[in-house]
Structure formats: C-alpha cells, structure tokens
C-alpha cells in the first residue's frame, strides 16, 4: 500500500505550564510534568513524522495553535481537533483525513516507536479497527478502516477510565472485525512516572534532542525549569493564570 493512501494524526496539546499532563501534575508537579511532555514530544514525535510508510498529519489542541515553536519543529499538515471530548475530537479527525486507513495516536506514550504504528496499519489489512492497549485500560493507538471511518465508534465510551478501552470494543457494530496491537505504558500519574524514571529511557534525558544531540538551549531551559518546580504547587487557578503565563514565557525565552 502506498504512503498516500495510510494517514496517522498524532494529537498534540499546546504546551503550556498548567494546561497539559494535569493528572501527572497532580502527583510530581506541574512544572515536572510540563517538563517532562517537553521532552517526551521532542524526541517520541519526530520518528513517527518523517516515516515514509505513512502521511503524518499535526492534529493540535486548543484551536488556533498550530504546533510551531522551536521545540517543535514539525513540518506536517495541520488539522484542528476542535471541541468535545476526546471521542468528539477523534471522530472529527477520523472524518476530515483523505480516504484510507487511519490511525490516531497520543504524544504521551514514551516507548512509542514507528513500528508501533506499521503493526496497526497491517493489523487494519484484516480488520475495520485496530487498538493499542494502554496498562491503565485505555489505549494509546486507534484505527480505523474505511468502512469503519462511516461510523461513530465512540457512543457510550468512559474516557479517562479503567474501562475506555472494554467500552470501544463494545461499542463496535456487530461484523466489523477488531484487532489489537502492542500494548503500552502511558504516564499519566506518579506511579507512571516513578516506573517511567526508573527504566530510565537514555532518549528521554534531560539534555537530549531527537537527535541525540547535546543543545545548550534545552540545558537552559531545564536549568530555570529545576528552580522553577521548586516553587510550583500542584494545582494552578484561575486567579493566577497570568503569572503563570508569564512564567512559561520566561522559561520559552530562555529556550530561545
């Protein structure tokens, strides 16, 4: 099957500090998890972009971002997931992507290779759905095939739950074919990131680009990131929304 014809959307989130790994945050820190969806987009994303098996297309969170700073140096077609929950979101990217197999992912998932996403794009060869189990119960990969595109699979599903995974199955029309694929860690909370930090993945340090590459930039960044979460709490208002805004836009300026 030709490049064209297969189309992974990788769903990003804008990075700011406070708006994204709110579970994590809730564990070791917003300012940790921050840094740690900074690292992990860097150097997880930019394999699954340039793969020649596939069209890689930017699907980014909130409207109006488009993925382009200089941590994230993507050249891809850009879709906007718009409103919903995470299920509305999916099937509005499902729907607008050309006519083929398609498969979405997450940036969260730190062991996530390109072969991960060849295995589920063999996988929808025989099947109309293909899912990536995650260890909390929920799934890092979805595809869908082009008969399974004109349905909704997504009625009834409890997202961020131990069940999102059991409730996409079920909710499967009868004689559409599933298969699942690798399953995977998530990071979603400390445990997970405790585990995460213990495997010590050497892709993920603290100082390395996708690359492999040493740049003093990050090494800044990271510098003002260590002072920063010693004075970060684990829940950010409303109320100090803008000093926060402020303070991730020093850190971006010293990433400059």
């Known amino acids: 099957m030709r490049r064209g014809s297969r189309h992974l959307a990788i769903f990003l989130k804008e990075p700011r500090l406070g708006r994204v790994k709110g579970r994590l945050a809730r564990d070791v820190g917003h300012a940790e998890a921050w840094l740690f969806y900074r690292r992990l987009v860097r150097s997880v994303l930019p394999p699954l972009a340039r793969d020649a098996r596939w069209s890689a297309w930017l699907a980014t969170t909130p409207d109006g971002w488009r993925g382009r700073e200089p941590f994230w140096p993507f050249d891809l077609p850009h879709l906007e997931q718009g409103p919903g929950d995470v299920g509305q979101r999916m099937l509005r990217v499902f729907r607008i992507l050309p006519p083929g197999p398609a498969i979405i992912v997450g940036s969260d998932i730190p062991d996530l290779a390109p072969d991960h996403v060849a295995r589920g794009f063999a996988a929808l060869g025989s099947a109309d759905m293909v899912l990536g189990p995650a260890e909390d119960g929920g799934y890092w990969l979805i595809g869908l095939g082009p008969r399974a595109r004109t349905i909704d ?104």
């Open 153 to 256: 699979p997504f009625r009834g599903v409890r997202w961020s739950s131990p069940w999102a995974l059991t409730d996409t199955e079920r909710a499967l029309p009868a004689g559409f074919r599933l298969a699942l694929v690798d399953r995977l860690a998530d990071v979603d909370d400390g445990p997970a990131y405790r585990d995460w930090r213990a495997r010590a993945n050497p892709a993920l340090r603290p100082c390395a680009q996708a690359s492999g590459k040493f740049d003093p930039r990050t090494q800044a960044s990271e510098t003002l990131i260590s002072h920063v979460q010693a004075s970060a709490t684990h829940s950010i208002s409303m109320s100090n929304s803008i000093g926060q805004d402020a303070m991730a836009t020093k850190v971006r300026a010293g990433g400059s």
